[in-house]
């Protein structure tokens, strides 16, 4: 048994890798999909929290919920290795809409317990945006929770740009409307184009963790860095940093004028329990 999921992990991996089109024909990733199918009911999924923190005074301005998949027999599963499959079969929108609702739970908890985290993110693939039935599903789970839409914050990727550009902006604007504020993640890896960043009604970029990662060693990647904050500055959205994960990361982006640090320098993605324990050693600090 064990060989045989080893073997199915193997071919996820290969099929993430290179070939897509794959997951159609081969049994084992149709038995994958339906264990996937069934792990937010045997709460096998979990949602893990990752604080981003001011760069000056190290104060939690929200945490990222982040995935996790606790299989049976396999073990933890990378988001890497079964959101793209999510994202093909569909099943993603299930999953996005349990991920959102049990964000949106805890964030009313720390609330309720007095832990004042500014807000909860939550990442939002292109098929999940997409879904005609998305902006509804957000506003139901604001309602039923209880949570402030102030306090949430959905983060989006350039992708969402590479279907028809005109609804995307849309749904979009009807987010905001719900009060909600919006990331762009990933930024400067996808479809870039300046163009969009004058009609997108987003809040914040976050700079991709592979440009932070080698800002310290390449002067190209320090330019791309620098050149995002300004442009950030200039266009009044915020800054975070993904990726910080060294003091020399953190000194070099505080001189290019980031604000906002996420990254294993600070913390690794944590359990909820956790995550509480790191906010409140933070206010003994
Ligand atoms: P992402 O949204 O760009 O999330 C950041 C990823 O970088 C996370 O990986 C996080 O653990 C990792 N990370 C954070 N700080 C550091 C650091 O300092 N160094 C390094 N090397 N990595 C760092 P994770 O949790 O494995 O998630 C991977 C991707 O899976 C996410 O990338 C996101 O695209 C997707 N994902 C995760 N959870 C969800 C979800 O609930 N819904 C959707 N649609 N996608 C999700
Ligand atoms: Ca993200
Ligand atoms: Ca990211
Ligand atoms: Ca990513």
């Known amino acids: 048994d064990i060989a045989m999921y080893q073997s199915k992990k193997n071919a996820v991996r290969r099929y993430t890798v290179y070939d897509p089109s794959l997951s159609q024909s081969t049994p084992e990733l149709l038995s994958l999909e339906n264990d996937l199918r069934l792990a937010a009911a045997r709460g096998e999924l979990e949602l893990y929290y990752q604080p981003k923190v001011c760069a000056h005074s190290m104060d939690v301005q929200g945490a990222e919920a982040l995935v996790r998949w606790r299989h049976p027999v396999m073990g933890m599963v990378n988001p890497a ?7 093909e079969t569909g099943l993603i929108v299930p999953i996005g809409r349990w991920v ?14 007095g832990m004042d985290i500014p807000s909860v993110s939550v990442n939002v693939s292109v098929r999940q945006f997409q879904d005609p039935a998305f902006v509804v599903s957000v506003a139901q789970i604001l309602e039923e929770t209880g949570l402030s839409p102030s306090r949430l914050d959905l983060e989006i990727t350039e992708s969402v740009m590479s279907g028809d550009v005109t609804r995307a902006v849309a749904i979009l604007h009807e987010l905001k409307d719900l009060g909600v504020t919006l990331s762009m993640d990933d930024f400067g ?7 969009y960043l004058k009609t997108f009604p987003i809040d914040t970029l976050k700079i991709d963790q592979t440009f932070v990662r080698d800002a310290a060693r390449n002067p190209k990647d320090a330019a791309i ?10 266009l009044g959205f915020s800054v975070v940093a993904e990726g910080v994960e060294t003091s020399d990361h953190a000194a070099l982006l505080r001189d290019m004028g980031c604000h906002t640090f996420q990254g294993y320098w600070i913390a690794k993605p944590l359990p909820a329990a956790e995550f509480g324990g790191f906010w409140h050693e933070r206010l003994v600090l």
């Open 81 to 87: 290795e079964f959101i793209p499959i999510a994202e």
């Open 100 to 113: 959102l609702r049990r964000a949106c739970l805890q964030m009313v908890r720390w609330l309720r317990n």
């Open 189 to 195: 890896t996808g479809y870039s184009s300046l163009n």
């Open 225 to 234: 860095v620098t050149t995002i904050v300004t442009l950030a500055q200039n």
